[in-house]
Each structure stands twice: as C-alpha cells, then as structure tokens.
C-alpha cells in the first residue's frame, strides 16, 4: 500500500481505509474496496453483480467447510454460500427484506469485498433471531466465528457477528441497539488479541449494564474458530456459562479476587 491509515467516507473510520500502488482502496474497517481514477470513483457495488450473486444463495446447497471445521447444518443455519473455488458468501439483511440487501465475499486469497449495502444491514445473523423475550445471545467479531459458535453450542444460543469487524464494533452495536436490547445478556466473543480488547470497550460504550465477557485462552485459540478446530468445544462452553461481567478498565471485577486489605 502507498497510502494508509485514510477516512473512509462509505463507514466513517478515521482511518481503515488504504490504497495500493495499482489505485485500489480498500477499507478494513468496512470491507468496501474501489478503484480510484482521478475524480471519479468505481465501486464493486454493481446491480448486476449483487443480482448474481443473489441468485448464487438463492440456490445453492449447503456445504461444509472442511479446513475450518464447520458443518452443513451451521453453513446452512446462516445462509452461508461457499463456492467452488473456495470463496464464501455471506448475506446481510434488513429487518424488511427475505433477501440480501448485500453480501461480503471472501475471496480464495481470503480477501475481502462488500457488494450491495452491507453497510444497512444489521448484524450479520440477525434476521435468523427475534429478539423477544430472549435471555441470552452471543456477539463474535466474524462470521465464520458465529457459524463456529452456534455449531459448538448445538444451536441452543443465539449467535451474531459484528459487520465490520472490531473496529466497528461500537457503530454495529449502536445500529442494532433495539434488537440487542431485547436481550437481557449480551455475550461477547471477542478475539483474544488488542483489537478484541478495545472492541469490548467500545461494545460498553454502548451496552456496559448487560454484557458479559468470555475470555478466551489465546493458548488454546484466539477466537469461536480455533476452539472448535482444536476440538475444545467442552473448554468453549465451560468459557461461555463462566462469562463474568463486563467491568469498566481499572475496576476490579466481582469474579476476580482482591487484594488483602493490611
């Protein structure tokens, strides 16, 4: 890349978004990559594109994806379509729409582009879960992170990931605060790394009073994925039920023990 750390004007990060040598930017906060020419901007966002690609999950078969250990049955359960030449599709809805709004596709070279408008759906999963009445659901980084997690738990607890990554994590809980809110808890499964850190607390900006927060061992695995391709799904759900209280930094936690009063 020749340029970094730039605004990005589809999502508003101050600085996700970068452009390489050939004129391509790409957000990582966002995930929308365009080719820049001049004055004029080409987006990878076209109606024929997204049209295909509709028609791609309208009828494609659920199948497993192997090297990350997952299921049908969760590929299914997401609307997840994973293609031929190892690339996946992963629809975003609006609380008014039976069809994608958008899809972020990730390539076989694991890279990532938005077609549609992701940026207006909710979080990804959400259309599968009504949110009245519910006690728990669970809120990963990734998708295929939530496909690992509602895998793991046997579809017992409802699952979501961010759409836009840990960066967003603030502005994707903003945007679904009425459909988190009917939750009584909300339980974050975030990467065991800095970023998840900081996604937690911009996750309590939001929502401190009902989170609660699994600390994932970055040993065993430093997210959903990992555990479940470690085989530790007991360990996992052992992490989940034990999820303390999110604390705000410097406030020790009622799961953690004190200091000795002298």
């Known amino acids: 890349f020749v340029r970094t750390k730039l605004s990005c004007d589809d999502c508003g990060s101050s600085d996700a978004r970068a452009v390489n040598s050939e004129g391509w930017s790409t957000c990582f906060s966002c995930n929308v990559r365009k080719r820049e020419e001049g004055t004029y901007t080409v987006q990878t966002r076209s109606t024929d594109e997204l049209n295909a690609l509709r028609h791609a999950w309208a009828t494609a078969n659920p199948a497993a994806i192997p090297d990350r250990c997952i299921s049908a049955a969760a590929v299914k359960q997401y609307g997840v379509v994973?293609?031929?030449?190892?690339?996946?599709?992963?629809?975003?809805?609006?609380?008014?729409?039976?069809?994608?709004?958008?899809?972020?596709?990730?390539?076989?070279?694991?890279?990532?582009?938005?077609?549609?408008?992701?940026?207006?759906?909710?979080?990804?999963?959400?259309?599968?879960?009504?949110?009245?009445?519910?006690?728990?659901?669970?809120?990963?980084?990734?998708?295929?992170?939530?496909?690992?997690?509602?895998?793991?738990?046997?579809?017992?607890?409802?699952?979501?990931?961010?759409?836009?990554?840990?960066?967003?994590?603030?502005r994707d809980f903003k945007a679904s605060y009425e459909f988190l809110d009917g939750f009584e808890e909300i339980i974050l499964c975030f990467d065991a790394d800095e970023a998840g850190k900081a996604a937690v607390e911009k996750a309590a900006d939001v929502f401190a009073g009902k989170l609660r927060v699994m600390k994932l061992d970055p040993k065993q695995g430093k997210d959903a994925n990992d555990y479940l391709k470690a085989g530790l799904t007991k360990e996992f759900t052992e992490l989940y039920w034990s999820a303390s209280q999110y604390t705000p930094k410097g406030v020790l936690s009622v799961d953690e023990p004190s200091e000795p009063l002298i």
Do not use: C, M
Request: hydrophobic letters at 30%; a positive charge.
């Open 82 to 170: 994973v293609r031929g030449d190892g690339s996946h599709l992963y629809p975003y809805f609006t609380d008014d729409t039976t069809q994608p709004v958008g899809f972020k596709v990730r390539g076989k070279d694991k890279a990532f582009r938005s077609v549609g408008d992701t940026k207006e759906g909710g979080l990804f999963g959400q259309h599968k879960y009504g949110n009245h009445q519910r006690h728990r659901i669970i809120v990963t980084e990734g998708e295929l992170d939530a496909l690992a997690a509602w895998q793991i738990t046997q579809g017992k607890v409802p699952v979501v990931s961010l759409r836009s990554g840990a960066a967003g994590a603030g």
